[in-house]
């Protein structure tokens, strides 16, 4: 029974750290730095194009606006994002049509948008005009009433169908979805239709949902409180897209849509037909826990329950198995800083089996994880009434059954890089073993139960 009310402190001493850690954070913060990202990623996009580096320049962009897109950051630094986009195409890569459609997003933004003195040029002017006189004259033809669309009914494999949709003035509409499934989904996503006159709207569904067969989608007119006002299909009788198989080339990230909201993104790093499958990272940490004597070398007992485990370094391998999903194995390697009887132990290693879910798409934010696995993790413990006051802290090890969870926040750093902060706890069982390795002597292992909580940061590259 003694044992057993132990295990159930350390249980809750886990989860509490887990609850508490998430109640803590500064989500509410984070959304207001998602201006000065976007301005950021574009002043960093517009230095590698004036390297000439103008498909990196596009990736950062990119970037930069669907970061702006996700958040809801329709101020001048999203506009400025889709006007250097637009620079891009029409001077780095010579894409017209494309760098027109960039122009009209940017004025769907800011009207008022001008291009710098640095980048501008006759040409590039007189696109940027055109496309603001596109947008004027479609604003000026709304003599519609309710909501029009001309069904698509045939998208190629691979690529990112646009949804084109007219509302009425007589619609009082906060937000226009179009509700998309491809084939083997049974829940719709969603994704916003963006505003480019006074009564167009277009929106793509994610070239990931154009894999199979066919695609369902439907559209939605929704009112500030959230209620669908106006459609055109719904979820129980929604229009179909039939998919023809593809004639050739490869996908490339072309076909990204900045337009997606709630995580429904097609350009996300974790997306596993643009982005990586696999990544390897290294974290270093601290943090401490619940333990109990008697202590490894001295065989002291421990008056309280908390040990500090100042250092480890935890190696990690994964796999990810969706946009959002991910495997990995983990070593966890501790070092007893502090420690000094003479022939303490001097590591503590572990190996975990971890899952991690990302709440974005994007791979960045909050994500949530859990862990299993086995192995040792010390602790150390000042040894009261010691005789030397350099050999008075001696270690303790709890295990060798090891499980928990876990929160962090993902941030990408460019490029394949990525910064991970993450706070986990670990619950650790002895379940009945209570001696590992050649006992008496050295390398023998006396584990007990107890619970241990950490704090780390890992530099993550994605392949």
Not at 57 to 65: F, G, H, N
Not at 187 to 198: I, L, N, P, R, Y
Not at 387 to 400: L, W
């Amino acid at each position: 029974m003694r044992y057993l009310n132990k295990t159930l402190v350390a249980l809750s001493l886990a989860l509490g750290g887990v609850a508490a850690v998430s109640l803590a954070l500064p989500t509410s913060a984070l959304a207001d730095k998602s201006s000065e990202r976007v301005k950021a990623k574009t002043e960093q996009a517009m230095g590698e194009y004036d390297m000439m580096e103008f498909e990196a320049a596009k990736s950062l962009l990119m970037e930069a606006i669907a970061i702006g897109e996700r958040n809801n950051s329709k101020g001048p630094e999203l506009a400025g994002a889709y006007l250097n986009l637009g620079i891009v195409y029409f001077s780095g890569l010579g894409e017209e049509e494309k760098a027109s459609e960039a122009f009209a997003n940017a004025l769907g933004v800011d009207g008022d948008v001008k291009l710098s003195v640095a980048y501008s040029t006759p040409e590039m002017s007189e696109l940027l005009e055109s496309a603001r006189g596109s947008l004027s004259s479609a604003g000026g033809d709304c003599a519609i009433t309710g909501l029009e669309h001309e069904l698509v009914d045939e998208a190629p494999a691979g690529s990112a169908p646009e949804i084109r949709a007219r509302l009425g003035a007589d619609v009082d509409a906060a937000s226009v979805l179009v509700y998309y499934r491809g084939e083997g989904q049974l829940e719709f996503s969603k994704a916003v239709m963006k505003k480019t006159g006074d009564c167009e709207y277009v929106g793509n569904i994610p070239t990931r949902a154009a894999q199979g067969d066919f695609v369902h989608y439907y559209i939605a007119a929704l009112d500030s409180s959230g209620k669908e006002i106006e459609h055109k299909g719904t979820s129980g009788s929604p229009n179909i897209i039939e998919v023809a198989a593809a004639t050739g080339g490869s996908l490339t990230s072309d076909n990204d849509n900045p337009l997606a909201a709630n995580g429904d993104k097609d350009d996300s790093l974790l997306t596993p037909k643009k982005g990586p499958s696999v990544f390897l990272s290294i974290a270093a940490g601290t943090g401490g826990g619940y333990i109990q004597g008697p202590t490894e070398k001295t065989g002291s007992e421990v008056d309280c329950c908390i040990g500090p485990a100042l250092l480890h370094i935890m190696p990690e391998i994964g796999y990810y198995l969706n946009d959002q999903l991910s495997l990995s194995g983990a070593f966890r390697l501790g070092f007893p800083v502090g420690a000094n009887v003479d022939g303490h132990a001097t590591v503590a290693p572990a190996g975990l089996l971890r899952v991690r879910y990302a709440l974005s798409e994007s791979g960045e934010g909050i994500q949530l994880s859990g862990a299993i696995g086995g192995g040792v993790i010390r602790n150390t413990v000042t040894i009261k009434d010691a005789s030397d006051s350099n050999m008075d802290t001696d270690t303790t090890a709890m295990g060798p059954v090891l499980f928990g969870g876990g929160v962090g926040y993902g941030m990408s750093l460019g490029g394949p890089m990525r910064l991970v902060a993450e706070v986990n706890a670990l619950a650790a069982i002895n379940a009945g073993i209570d001696e590992l390795g050649n006992c008496p002597g050295n390398g023998c292992v006396r584990p007990k139960t107890g619970a241990q909580v950490d704090a780390n940061l890992a530099l993550l590259f994605a392949f």
